[in-house]
């Protein structure tokens, strides 16, 4: 029903299942891995008003498993890119894997698949930043930051009347920040 | 041998065969498409000493089709993601499917995959920020821009000194923008 791709590496399609509504790809060398790509192999689709929450799970220093919501996969859109390598040293968040006791290996991490209604899915917030794939998240992201740039320098914006005297320091232009 | 997916879209196994050692695949509505993966399904290795060249085409204004080369796939690196996204205004380069005549179709993209000697695809370049999975581009990236927005807004800025009066006109501190 599903794969799994790391980039560079040869894709997966034979997910240990661990329930019978949940499914875990090993990813081994986990360290070297920037990004993950999960997606429905187009055999089976999800039954009427379920879908896929996709988990990575990392061991924590102490060998214990941190899980982490990386998002969605459905009928409608099959296949979605992570960028995992910015997790690894983030918060663990609520998962539906902890009766699996999935054994932990220092170096192998797991995609965990959670098949699911959509209105649970859609109570779920997936971690910051590891979509690669949503409708231009990619250009989404750099706007947001630079509306939150605009907004943090604007908080320092001074008109002449307000300066302090001081020749050497240089100022620019908020037009300028705005119009880039 | 291969597959494609386009990220948030069902995969594709089933290529066209163009020529023996040239393989195709249609990306309908590629002005949606951010990104691409191209994997080998794992099937059939690369005869020893050859992997595969993956060009991007796409449609001029004209409906002459453009190839861009995205990068490679080989036994020993047997997948990859391309951002396409930024692609799809810029210049073609050489590529092996001159005498396809592959039908044009205003909205339908294609990936095209060329087998070829490994040390000919060591000669070639792929066009910059295609290749998504090789380490961190994505953060490498946003540092660029910001680097080059720096330089960009530096470039307007001035001191109290050399300011013409205007008391409402809105100043940022330049250590500001660095500090970001």
């Known amino acids: 029903m599903f794969g799994c791709l790391v980039a560079g590496r040869l894709v997966q399609a034979a997910p240990q299942q661990v329930a019978e509504d949940k499914f875990v790809f090993d990813l081994p060398e986990y360290e070297n891995i920037n990004h993950v790509v999960v997606f ?33 996969v459905t009928n409608e859109k099959p296949s979605a890119i992570f960028k995992i390598s910015g997790l690894k040293s983030g918060k663990g968040s609520q998962h539906p894997f902890g009766a699996m006791n ?18 649970n899915l859609a109570q779920q917030t997936p971690v910051a930043n590891a979509a690669v794939s949503s409708v231009d998240s990619f250009t989404e992201f750099t706007q947001k930051m630079l509306d939150n ?10 008109t ?21």
Chains 1, 2 share one sequence.
């Open 102 to 119: 999935l054994p932990q290996t220092p170096t192998v991490a797991q995609i965990g698949i959670s098949v699911e209604l959509l209105e």
């Open 149 to 158: 740039f605009y907004n943090f320098a604007s908080s320092f914006a001074v």
């Open 160 to 180: 002449q009347a307000q300066m302090t005297p001081n020749p050497s320091e240089a100022f620019i232009p908020a037009n300028v920040v705005l119009k880039w």
């Open 40 to 72: 429905m192999l187009g055999t089976i689709p999800f039954p009427d008003g379920m879908g896929g929450s996709v988990y990575f799970c990392y061991p924590d220093q102490s060998g214990m498993a941190v899980w982490q919501l990386l998002g969605f």
